[in-house]
C-alpha cells in the first residue's frame, strides 16, 4: 500500500475539480449500453419500416371525406414521416422522451448507485444538469430518429418527391424540408413538458418504472380532460392541448399562432417543472 | 361578528386623527370600488325605448305611416352622436339589436325602425324608394333633432351617422343623397344598381341586356311578400316583378323602377365620408357593387374606404366582432373626432385553420388606397382550342355556382380545401380554358377579364367563372359566383369575371369556365349548340400594397413564459440552504458535533452525536441494528441533512457534494452499481465520474482488492453477492482516499476473505489514512480496530481505544452487551 498523498491547497483531493465531475460523455455512455436504451431506439428505428410493410400489404388509403395525413401517407417520402410523426406524436414519442427523461434519475437511486455518485462527490445541481442534458439529448435523438428514419424508408417505399397537403396543394421539396424541420422543432419543444414531468417525477421517486409512467398516465389524464370540450378555452393551457399544432406549418401558408401558443405553454411549464426538479432534488435526503 | 367586535375594537383603540384619516380612505375605496364596477360591468348600460313614429310620405306627402322605433341611449353621457342602424329587406329594427346595444355601450344615441311595410311599421314596401322610404328617413332624422341627448351641428341638424346591411345599407347611401344632414354612412353587402344586379351583364352592355338573377330575385321578392302573392308591396311594384320573373327578361319600365331605388341614380349627389363593407360570399350584390358605389362617392370628392370580409348574403363568416369594430373605428373618426378613418382598403383572407379549434384563421389585409378592380393588372396566356357546349332542352340540369348558404364553403375553398364536394359543371355544358402553371403564387384581388367569341343563334346567355386548378387536376371553384353575359352569337364580348380577393399556388393553373346554364340564373328552354373561344390572354388584377397582418396572438403567449421563468427563478432561489461555514484546514480527519437527525416520522436516529478520528486509526462504529450508524454514515457523506450539529472532514464542513468530499471513500449499505455493465466498467466509469486524472484511480491495488479474476468483464448483474461487494470496496478505495468508510464490509465474505479484508484494513491505515468500520460483528471489530465508538439509540454510549472500552480479562461482546444494556 502506498503511502498518503498530500490533499490539493483547498483540502481536496488531488485533480478533483468540481467541473469535471460526471463528464457529459461519461453520462452518455453510461446510459447508452442500457437494454431499455437500445429497445427504445429500436423500436422507434423499426416502426417506419413496418408501417411501409402496412401500406405495401394494405394498399394506398383512400380519402375518406374528411382530409387527414393518412390520406396522403404514401404520396412521397416527406408524406411518408409526416404521417409517422403523427401516428406517434401522441403516445410513442411521449413515451420515449419519459422513457429517457423519468428514468435517469430514478434508476440510478434503484441502483443505489445514485448515492455513490454524490459521495463522489459530484455537486447535487451539477449531477442533475449533467443528467438532464444527457437525458434531454437522448430524447432529441429520439424524436428526430423518427421522422428521419421513415425518410429512409420512405424513400424506398414510395419515393422521393413533393409533399401533397391533405387539404389538396403541394409543397415542393425544398420548402416542404424546412417546413420538416419547423415540424420536428415544433415537436421538440412540444415535448418539453413531458420531459419536465418525467424528470420531475424522477427525482421524486425512488422506482423508475413510477416516474416514467407517472409521465405517461398526466399526459393521458390532460388528453382526456383536452377531450371535454365544455372546458373550453380553459383546454388552452392543458399541457397536451397543443401537441399537434405542428400540423399547422403543413397549410399552404404556416399558421404560427397555435404553435407559438403551445410553445409558450410547453415551455412555461416545464420552467416550473424543472425548477421544482432542482430545488427538490438539492434539498431532498438521499434514503435509496 | 366576531369580525366586527375586532374592528370596534381597534377602532376604539386609535387615535381621532387617525380615525378619519382611515375612514376617509375607506369612503374613497368604495368610491374606487363603485366606479370599477360601472366600467367593469362593460361600458355604459344602455337605456331602450320604444316609440312609434308618426310620419307622412309619398309622391303627394300624403300617406301617413307609423314607423315602429327603438331608441337606445347610453346611460349618463353628455350629448353625443346619433347612429341610424336599418334592417335587411323581410327582416325587421330587431334584427339589428346586437349592433345596435354594442354602439349605444360605445355612446352613440343608436335609432333603429322597421322600414315601411316591414315588421310592426305601417305602409307598403317601397324597395327604398326616394318617394316613401327616403322621405320616412328624413323625417326620423327631424324626429333626433329633438332629441336632448344627440348633439347638434345646426338647428334641427343633429350629428347622425348611417348604417345598416342590404336594404339598410342601401337606404343610407339614398338618405346620404337626399339628405345634407346625415354626417357619415357605412352601408354593408348593399346595392348600387338594383337592375344591374337582379339582371347582370357581365359583358358591360348593361341590365336591359342582362340575364336574370331568378333564384336571388324570388328570393328577395318573396321575403316581402309574406303569405300572399303580393303581400305588402306596393301594387305597381309586385305587377313589375310578375312580369319579369314570368318571362325572366327585364322590361325597360322594370330597369327604371330598379333604378329609381338605386344609389346609382344619385351617385352624384352623395357626398359624405363613406365605409363600404361587401362580402365576398355573396352572389346577390357582389363586390362590384360596392366599387361601383366607392367609384361615384369618390368622384363627388368624399372620402371612401372599402372593406371586403368574408361573409354575404351567400352566408359565411360573418366576423360580426371585426366588422363592429371597424364600423366603430369609422364612426368614432368622423362624428366624433372629425378626422380621417384608417385605412382605405381592407380585405380579410382565411389564412388557414386553426388546428385546435378546428375553425378558419381570418387575417386582415390593408392598403391605404382602395385601388378599384382592375390594378395591377398582370395577363397570362390561356391555353385552349374553340369548344362546343349544348344548352340542355329544359335549362336543366344546370351547373351550380353561387346558392344562398354555399357561401359558407367559401373559406375552406380559399384554402384549396374542395367544398363538400357538389357537383359543379354539368358535362358537354362548360368550355374551359386554362393558363400555364404559376411559376409563383399569385394573389388576385378585383375582377379579371377575358375576351371571347361565341358562335350560335341569337343572344346567347353564358355564365363564366374561375376556377382554380391543382396540378393533379383537381378544379375548384376560386369563389362560387358565376358573371353572367349575354352575348349575340357570332361577336365577340368582353368579360368581367368576378370580382374576388383569392390566392392561387404555386403549381396551380387558372381556368376560366364558360358553361351555359346556371342554377341562379334563367336561362333559355330550346335546346341549342354554342361555340366558345378565348380571344385574349386572361387580365389578373392584384393589390401588392395589401400587407396581411398575421392574426395577433392573445398576450400570455410572450407573458407566461416570462411569469413561469420568474416563478422558477424564486422556486429555485428560495429554500437555498446556507452554503457551508468558513473553510479551516485541520489535520483531523472526521470530527462529529452535536449531530441530530429525526426523520419525518418523528424518529430520533441521531440524537446529539460528538465524536472526534485521529489519523491512523480504525475506528469501529458498533450498535445494534437502528442505533443510527447508517443516518451517521449517510450524513457524513452528504447524502442526508442534519437536523443540527456539523460534521467536519479535515476541518471542512460536510455539505451535500462539498468539495472535500473527495478526500473519502465510502461503502455504506451495500453496493450500487449499474447492473448493464461489467465490474471493470463500472469502475472505470465511477472514476471518470469523480473527474479526477486517471492516474490518480489506483486501480490495479483497488482491482487486487476485488479478487475478481476474469468475472471483472462480466455484467454486474451475474454476480453473486460476495463479488459486488468486493468490487463496492474496492470501488471505496480507489483514489486511495484518507478516509475510508466501510459500512457492515464483511458481509457475504467468506473466512479466507474476512481475514483478507482484515488485513487489508489495518495496512491501510498503517499508511497514515483512516479507516472507520461499521459493523455488529464484535469479534470482527475487536480484531480489526484500534478504537471504537459505540451507539445505541441514537446516541454515542462509549468511546476510546478498543483496549479500553473491553478493560482488561473481558470479551468484547460482554463489554458491548453490558454498556448498550446501561445505554438503552
Given at each position: 500500500m502506498s503511502t498518503t498523498t498530500a490533499p490539493a491547497g483547498d483540502g481536496t483531493a488531488p485533480g478533483y475539480t468540481v467541473r469535471r465531475t460526471l463528464p457529459l460523455r461519461v453520462e452518455a455512455v453510461r446510459q447508452f449500453r442500457r437494454r431499455r436504451t437500445l429497445i427504445a431506439f429500436g423500436i422507434?428505428?423499426?416502426?417506419?419500416?413496418?408501417?411501409?410493410?402496412?401500406?405495401?400489404?394494405?394498399?394506398?388509403?383512400?380519402?375518406?371525406?374528411?382530409?387527414?395525413?393518412?390520406?396522403?401517407?404514401?404520396?412521397?417520402?416527406l408524406n411518408f414521416a409526416l404521417f409517422a410523426l403523427f401516428v406517434s406524436t401522441g403516445f410513442l414519442l411521449v413515451v420515449a422522451v419519459s422513457l429517457f427523461c423519468g428514468d435517469t434519475v430514478a434508476s440510478e437511486a434503484g441502483w443505489s448507485s445514485l448515492r455513490y455518485l454524490l459521495a463522489a462527490p459530484v455537486p447535487r445541481a451539477r449531477l442533475l444538469r449533467q443528467k438532464l442534458i444527457v437525458s434531454l439529448s437522448y430524447a432529441v435523438v429520439a424524436v428526430v430518429s423518427l421522422p428521419l428514419m421513415s425518410l429512409v424508408a420512405g424513400v424506398v417505399g414510395f419515393g422521393w418527391g413533393d409533399v401533397e397537403l391533405p387539404t389538396g396543394g403541394t409543397v415542393p421539396v425544398g420548402t416542404a424540408l424546412g417546413r420538416m424541420a419547423i415540424i420536428v422543432g415544433y415537436s421538440?419543444?412540444?415535448?418539453?413538458?413531458?420531459?419536465?414531468?418525467?424528470?420531475?417525477?424522477?427525482?421524486?421517486?425512488?422506482?423508475?418504472?413510477?416516474?416514467?409512467?407517472?409521465?405517461?398516465?398526466?399526459?393521458?389524464?390532460?388528453?382526456?380532460?383536452?377531450?371535454?370540450?365544455?372546458?373550453g378555452s380553459w383546454r388552452d393551457f392543458l399541457p397536451t392541448h397543443w401537441m399537434y399544432s405542428w400540423m399547422d406549418a403543413l397549410q399552404p401558408q404556416i399558421q404560427w399562432t397555435g404553435m407559438a401558443k403551445g410553445a409558450a405553454i410547453s415551455t412555461s411549464y416545464a420552467a416550473v417543472l424543472f425548477a421544482l426538479a432542482f430545488r427538490r432534488f438539492r434539498n431532498r435526503d438521499i434514503t435509496s | 361578528m366576531r369580525v366586527g367586535g375586532a374592528l370596534r375594537a381597534r377602532w376604539g383603540r386609535t387615535?381621532?386623527?387617525?380615525?378619519?384619516?382611515?375612514?376617509?380612505?375607506?369612503?374613497?375605496?368604495?368610491?374606487?370600488?363603485?366606479?370599477?364596477?360601472?366600467?367593469?360591468?362593460?361600458?355604459?348600460?344602455?337605456?331602450?325605448?320604444?316609440?312609434?313614429?308618426?310620419?307622412?310620405?309619398?309622391?303627394?306627402?300624403?300617406?301617413?305611416?307609423?314607423?315602429?322605433?327603438?331608441?337606445?341611449?347610453?346611460?349618463?353621457?353628455?350629448?353625443g352622436p346619433a347612429l341610424m342602424l336599418g334592417h335587411g329587406f323581410g327582416g325587421d329594427k330587431r334584427d339589428v339589436t346586437g349592433d345596435a346595444r354594442a354602439f349605444a355601450r360605445a355612446g352613440y344615441t343608436v335609432l333603429t325602425w322597421s322600414a315601411r311595410g316591414f315588421g310592426h311599421s305601417t305602409g307598403e314596401i317601397a324597395?327604398?324608394?326616394?318617394?316613401?322610404?327616403?322621405?320616412?328617413?328624413?323625417?326620423?332624422?327631424?324626429?333626433?333633432?329633438?332629441?336632448?341627448?344627440?348633439?347638434?351641428?345646426?338647428?334641427?341638424?343633429?350629428?347622425?351617422?348611417?348604417?345598416?346591411?342590404?336594404?339598410?345599407?342601401?337606404?343610407?347611401?339614398?338618405?346620404?343623397?337626399?339628405?345634407?344632414?346625415?354626417?357619415?354612412?357605412?352601408?354593408?353587402?348593399?346595392?348600387?344598381?338594383?337592375?344591374?344586379?337582379?339582371?347582370?351583364?357581365?359583358?358591360?352592355?348593361?341590365?336591359?341586356?342582362?340575364?336574370?338573377?331568378?333564384?336571388?330575385?324570388?328570393?328577395?321578392?318573396?321575403?316581402?311578400?309574406?303569405?300572399?302573392?303580393?303581400?305588402?308591396?306596393?301594387?305597381?311594384?309586385?305587377?313589375?316583378?310578375?312580369?319579369?320573373?314570368?318571362?325572366?327578361?327585364?322590361?325597360?319600365?322594370?330597369?327604371?323602377?330598379?333604378?329609381?331605388?338605386?344609389?346609382?341614380?344619385?351617385?352624384?349627389?352623395?357626398?359624405?365620408?363613406?365605409?363600404?363593407?361587401?362580402?365576398?360570399?355573396?352572389?346577390?350584390?357582389?363586390?362590384?357593387?360596392?366599387?361601383?358605389?366607392?367609384?361615384?362617392?369618390?368622384?363627388?370628392?368624399?372620402?371612401?374606404?372599402?372593406?371586403?370580409?368574408?361573409?354575404?348574403?351567400?352566408?359565411?363568416?360573418?366576423?360580426?366582432?371585426?366588422?363592429?369594430?371597424?364600423?366603430?373605428?369609422?364612426?368614432?373618426?368622423?362624428?366624433?373626432?372629425?378626422?380621417?378613418?384608417?385605412?382605405?382598403?381592407?380585405?380579410?383572407?382565411?389564412?388557414?385553420?386553426?388546428?385546435?379549434?378546428?375553425?378558419?384563421?381570418?387575417?386582415?389585409?390593408?392598403?391605404?388606397?382602395?385601388?378599384?378592380?382592375?390594378?395591377?393588372?398582370?395577363?397570362?396566356?390561356?391555353?385552349?382550342?374553340?369548344?362546343?357546349?349544348?344548352?340542355p332542352a329544359g335549362g336543366s340540369p344546370a351547373s351550380i355556382s353561387a346558392l344562398p348558404g354555399l357561401g359558407a364553403l367559401g373559406g375552406l375553398a380559399d384554402l384549396g380545401v374542395p367544398g363538400g364536394g357538389l357537383p359543379v359543371d354539368m358535362p358537354g355544358q362548360a368550355a374551359r380554358f386554362d393558363t400555364a402553371p404559376l411559376e409563383r403564387p399569385l394573389r388576385l384581388t378585383g375582377a379579371p377579364t377575358v375576351r371571347i367569341h361565341v358562335s350560335g343563334k341569337g343572344d346567347v346567355p353564358l355564365f363564366a367563372k374561375l376556377y382554380d386548378v391543382a396540378p393533379t387536376g383537381q378544379a375548384v371553384p376560386a369563389r362560387r359566383i358565376a358573371a353572367p353575359v349575354r352575348v349575340t352569337g357570332g361577336t365577340e364580348a368582353t368579360v368581367t369575371l368576378p370580382a374576388m380577393d383569392y390566392r392561387f399556388?404555386?403549381?396551380?393553373?387558372?381556368?376560366?369556365?364558360?358553361?351555359?346554364?346556371?342554377?341562379?340564373?334563367?336561362?333559355?328552354?330550346?335546346?341549342?349548340?354554342?361555340?366558345?373561344?378565348?380571344?385574349?390572354?386572361?387580365?389578373?388584377?392584384?393589390?401588392?400594397?395589401?400587407?396581411?397582418?398575421?392574426?395577433?396572438?392573445p398576450g400570455w403567449v410572450w407573458g407566461l413564459p416570462v411569469a413561469a421563468a420568474v416563478l422558477a427563478a424564486v422556486i429555485l432561489a428560495r429554500g437555498r440552504r446556507r452554503p457551508a461555514g468558513?473553510?479551516?484546514?485541520?489535520?483531523?480527519?472526521?470530527?462529529?458535533?452535536?449531530?441530530?437527525?429525526?426523520?419525518?416520522?418523528?424518529?430520533?436516529?441521531?440524537?446529539?452525536?460528538?465524536?472526534?478520528?485521529?489519523?491512523?486509526?480504525?475506528?469501529?462504529?458498533?450498535?445494534?441494528?437502528?442505533?443510527?450508524?447508517?443516518?451517521?454514515?449517510?450524513?457524513?457523506?452528504?447524502?442526508?441533512?442534519?437536523?443540527?450539529?456539523?460534521?467536519?472532514?479535515?476541518?471542512?464542513?460536510?455539505?451535500?457534494?462539498?468539495?472535500?468530499?473527495?478526500?473519502?471513500?465510502?461503502?455504506?449499505?451495500?453496493?450500487?452499481?449499474?447492473?448493464?455493465?461489467?465490474?471493470?466498467?463500472?469502475?472505470?466509469?465511477?472514476?471518470?465520474?469523480?473527474?479526477?486524472?486517471?492516474?490518480?484511480?489506483?486501480?490495479?491495488?483497488?482491482l487486487k482488492i476485488a479478487d475478481l479474476g476474469t468475472a471483472l468483464d462480466r455484467a454486474v448483474r451475474t454476480y453473486s453477492q460476495g463479488m459486488r461487494q468486493r468490487l463496492a470496496i474496492a470501488q471505496a478505495m480507489l483514489g486511495l482516499p484518507d478516509l475510508l468508510v466501510l459500512d457492515e464490509p464483511t458481509n457475504g465474505l467468506d473466512p479466507p476473505q474476512i481475514r483478507e479484508m482484515r488485513e487489508v484494513l489495518v495496512r491501510y491505515a498503517a499508511a497514515g489514512r483512516t479507516v472507520i468500520v461499521s459493523s455488529h460483528l464484535l469479534a470482527e471489530v475487536e480484531q480489526t480496530c484500534t478504537h471504537a465508538v459505540v451507539m445505541a439509540g441514537g446516541r454515542r454510549v462509549a468511546a476510546g481505544p478498543v483496549s479500553e472500552i473491553v478493560g482488561s480479562g473481558r470479551r468484547l461482546e460482554d463489554a458491548f452487551l453490558e454498556i448498550i444494556g446501561e445505554g438503552s
Open positions: 422507434l428505428l423499426v416502426l417506419p419500416w413496418v408501417l411501409v410493410g402496412a401500406f405495401k400489404i394494405g394498399g394506398d388509403p383512400g380519402p375518406d371525406g374528411v382530409p387527414s395525413l393518412v390520406d396522403v401517407a404514401t404520396a412521397s417520402a421538440l419543444v412540444a415535448q418539453l413538458v413531458v420531459a419536465a414531468l418525467a424528470f420531475l417525477l424522477s427525482v421524486t421517486t425512488d422506482s423508475p418504472l413510477g416516474a416514467v409512467g407517472g409521465a405517461v398516465g398526466l399526459v393521458i389524464v390532460s388528453n382526456i380532460l383536452d377531450a371535454v370540450t365544455a372546458l | 387615535g381621532r386623527a387617525a380615525r378619519w384619516t382611515a375612514a376617509g380612505a375607506a369612503v374613497a375605496l368604495l368610491g374606487g370600488g363603485a366606479a370599477w364596477g360601472v366600467s367593469a360591468d362593460g361600458a355604459p348600460r344602455v337605456r331602450t325605448v320604444d316609440e312609434r313614429i308618426t310620419v307622412v310620405d309619398g309622391p303627394k306627402d300624403d300617406q301617413r305611416v307609423t314607423l315602429d322605433a327603438t331608441l337606445y341611449r347610453p346611460v349618463g353621457r353628455a350629448k324597395l327604398n324608394s326616394p318617394d316613401y322610404e327616403v322621405k320616412d328617413t328624413r323625417q326620423l332624422i327631424d324626429w333626433l333633432a329633438k332629441r336632448p341627448e344627440v348633439l347638434l351641428d345646426g338647428p334641427g341638424d343633429p350629428r347622425v351617422g348611417m348604417a345598416g346591411e342590404s336594404y339598410g345599407g342601401a337606404i343610407a347611401l339614398m338618405t346620404a343623397a337626399y339628405d345634407r344632414r346625415v354626417d357619415a354612412i357605412a352601408p354593408q353587402i348593399t346595392w348600387n344598381d338594383l337592375a344591374d344586379a337582379l339582371f347582370p351583364n357581365a359583358s358591360g352592355a348593361g341590365p336591359g341586356k342582362g340575364v336574370f338573377k331568378k333564384l336571388w330575385a324570388g328570393l328577395f321578392f318573396t321575403d316581402g311578400a309574406g303569405s300572399s302573392a303580393c303581400g305588402r308591396f306596393l301594387p305597381s311594384l309586385c305587377d313589375m316583378y310578375q312580369e319579369v320573373a314570368r318571362t325572366g327578361r327585364p322590361t325597360p319600365e322594370a330597369v327604371a323602377t330598379l333604378r329609381r331605388s338605386s344609389p346609382a341614380s344619385v351617385a352624384d349627389r352623395i357626398k359624405v365620408p363613406t365605409l363600404l363593407v361587401q362580402g365576398q360570399s355573396d352572389s346577390l350584390f357582389p363586390l362590384d357593387q360596392a366599387d361601383a358605389n366607392a367609384r361615384a362617392i369618390t368622384r363627388n370628392g368624399a372620402p371612401v374606404s372599402v372593406v371586403w370580409f368574408q361573409g354575404g348574403h351567400d352566408g359565411g363568416d360573418n366576423e360580426t366582432t371585426r366588422v363592429r369594430g371597424l364600423l366603430r373605428g369609422f364612426f368614432d373618426a368622423r362624428l366624433r373626432h372629425g378626422g380621417p378613418s384608417g385605412d382605405g382598403f381592407t380585405v380579410t383572407r382565411a389564412g388557414g385553420l386553426d388546428s385546435s379549434t378546428q375553425k378558419v384563421v381570418v387575417e386582415e389585409a390593408a392598403a391605404r388606397v382602395y385601388p378599384g378592380l382592375g390594378a395591377d393588372r398582370r395577363t397570362l396566356p390561356l391555353n385552349g382550342h374553340e369548344q362546343t357546349i349544348f344548352n399556388d404555386r403549381g396551380h393553373r387558372l381556368r376560366v369556365v364558360v358553361a351555359t346554364t346556371d342554377m341562379g340564373f334563367a336561362t333559355p328552354a330550346e335546346p341549342a349548340s354554342y361555340a366558345v373561344r378565348a380571344v385574349s390572354p386572361l387580365t389578373v388584377p392584384t393589390v401588392p400594397a395589401l400587407a396581411t397582418e398575421p392574426a395577433p396572438v468558513r473553510p479551516a484546514l485541520s489535520d483531523v480527519p472526521l470530527e462529529i458535533t452535536g449531530l441530530t437527525k429525526a426523520y419525518r416520522n418523528g424518529h430520533l436516529a441521531v440524537a446529539d452525536l460528538s465524536l472526534r478520528v485521529e489519523k491512523g486509526q480504525v475506528l469501529g462504529l458498533l450498535g445494534p441494528n437502528g442505533a443510527g450508524k447508517t443516518t451517521t454514515l449517510r450524513m457524513l457523506m452528504g447524502l442526508i441533512h442534519p437536523d443540527s450539529g456539523e460534521i467536519r472532514i479535515f476541518g471542512q464542513r460536510v455539505t451535500p457534494g462539498a468539495p472535500v468530499l473527495s478526500r473519502l471513500g465510502s461503502f455504506v449499505e451495500g453496493p450500487g452499481f449499474l447492473p448493464h455493465l461489467s465490474g471493470r466498467d463500472n469502475l472505470d466509469l465511477y472514476w471518470r465520474a469523480t473527474g479526477r486524472p486517471a492516474d490518480e484511480a489506483h486501480l490495479d491495488e483497488a
